[in-house]
């Protein structure tokens, strides 16, 4: 095997799919006639109802981002206990969306296979301060919700799910089961997600109480002009933002189509290489392209891999890594302690360049980085 030529230009882990301009722009038109730019607009009731749809279960409402969503959704549960499970492996915000709101957050480890909350380890840390569990479905596979809910009604626990990466599925994203949304799911609609809105993000609720009291947080609490009821933050999505995403959602399935052209290109060449599991990418999920490298079978350590992709300019990702246990100021936590199996999958994980644009020949000579790196970079 010859020494790979590095990429002429970084190629990073995701890059954003862009709507035709002339599309976009067609929509911005719209927006100049009407002169409405924010506040629940046109643009963003349209979008709020097809986002709605696509997700298959629930009430939706839109939101500037998915951090917002999520504190907000923390908030509306009016948590009278203090501490709430959450898990190590997953994106800052998930843990700093607890936190934000002076709660404690409580680590649990997670689930070898699945990389989310395990569900057998949740009722070793209850105490009677425990009031809510947030799960992350990462890279678009879901938490075992089923488990998670009869946990939660035995304890009488409150259930957030960070949703950020399932919204790149063909719909419905959701299957009709009563605990799949717990009681509030958040999506994240970031420029590095699949679907986006640039920046956005989306609740969704089977309460009807839940997303009215949701709503009143997204716009201050405001009820109408004379009444102002809670407490609130701004929330809105924009019609500008709002309008990138109903571009954005006609090109969704095609996007999907590609990554998962992509990822099968990748699947055959790795899967065959010891030491390489692929965690994501395929089976209808595409937001991300994962693999977990065993060190010993493997023959070098997950992050001399990176260290090779790097220096051929392919910026692949440690992702999650850093487990949001080992920062500050959550690392003088007690729970924060004993977390091995995120531990170990947070040193092994890498996440490959997957996106519409990277095209098939780039993905086979990223495939063939990591096999000329696996037999020694000599054969
Ligand atoms: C798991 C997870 N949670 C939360 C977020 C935050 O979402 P946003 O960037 O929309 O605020 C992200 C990343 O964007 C994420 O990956």
Redesign the pocket.
Known sequence: MKTPLPFERPVYVSRPALPPLTDYVRRLETIWATNILTNMGPMHEMLELSVGERVGVGRTSLWN????A?VAAVSALRLERRKVIVTPF??P??VHAIALLGLEPVFVDIDDESLTLDPTRIEEVLDPEVGAIVG?HVYGRFCDTKAIDVIARKHDLRVIY?G??IFGRRAPVMEKQPHVLGDITML???A??LFHSV???ALITASEDLDHRLRLIRNFGIVNEHDVRGLGLNGKMSEVHAAMGLSMLDLMDAEIDQRLGIASRYVEVLSSIPGIRIVAGGEGIVQYFVLRIDAEEFGSTRDDLHQTLRSLNVISRKYFSPLCSDVEPYNALPSARNLPVARKAASEVIALPLYGGLGLEDADRIADIVRWHQKGKNL
Request: glycine share 14%; proline share 0%.
């Open positions: 981002n998915g951090m917002t999520l997953t994106f915000a998930t992350t960070d950020a990466h994240s609609f970031h590095t997600k920046e956005g993000g």
